[in-house]
């Protein structure tokens, strides 16, 4: 049974070089793209994409940081691939929580600029995949 997730190269991970290696490590797990894009999300898209953290002491931040600059929108499709999205990114936090060989544990250190976005679950990716890509 094959499903579709949300996936972001986040504005740290475009403005740092590392497209292609969150693309390969999505290839390699064995998942496919379904749809990709280089955009630069509105004020109005970041608020919808976080809904669920208006209200908390970093949610300015975040919409800043992620309207700051270009980012990548992916669909991800596959066998399990909202877990096995999840799985590659490791932990919110690139240092207390994701593991060395996660992108997160690999690549980043500060909470809010960890890389990547996967949705976190079924109801949560078809809501993120209309918010990004409504023609799909
Ligand atoms: P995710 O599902 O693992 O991305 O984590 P959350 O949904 O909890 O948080 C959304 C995003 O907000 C994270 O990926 C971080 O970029 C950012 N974030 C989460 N917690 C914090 C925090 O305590 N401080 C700051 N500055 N950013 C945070
Ligand atoms: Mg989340």
């Known amino acids: ?10 504005p740290d991970g475009v403005e740092r070089g590392l497209v292609g290696e969150v693309i390969a490590r999505i290839e ?3 998942l496919k793209l379904a749809a990709l894009e280089l955009r630069t999300a ?7 994409h976080y809904a ?7 949610y300015n931040d975040l ?7 270009p980012l990548v929108a992916l669909v991800v499709e596959g066998t399990r ?6 799985q590659l990114a490791g932990g919110t936090d690139p240092v207390e929580k994701a593991t060395p060989g996660t992108i997160r544990g690999d690549f980043g250190i500060e909470v809010q600029y ?5 949705s976190d679950s079924a109801e949560s990716a078809e809501r993120e995949i209309k918010i990004w890509f409504p023609n799909l």
């Open 63 to 69: 919409v800043d940081f992620i309207t700051g600059g």
């Open 42 to 48: 509105d004020r109005a898209t970041a608020e919808q």
């Open 52 to 58: 669920e953290h208006d209200g908390k002491s970093f």
């Open 28 to 30: 390699r797990k064995g």
């Open 1 to 10: 049974m094959s499903e579709r997730t949300l996936v972001l190269v986040k």
């Open 81 to 86: 691939a909202i877990p096995a999205f999840r």
């Open 114 to 118: 960890n890389l990547v976005h996967g």
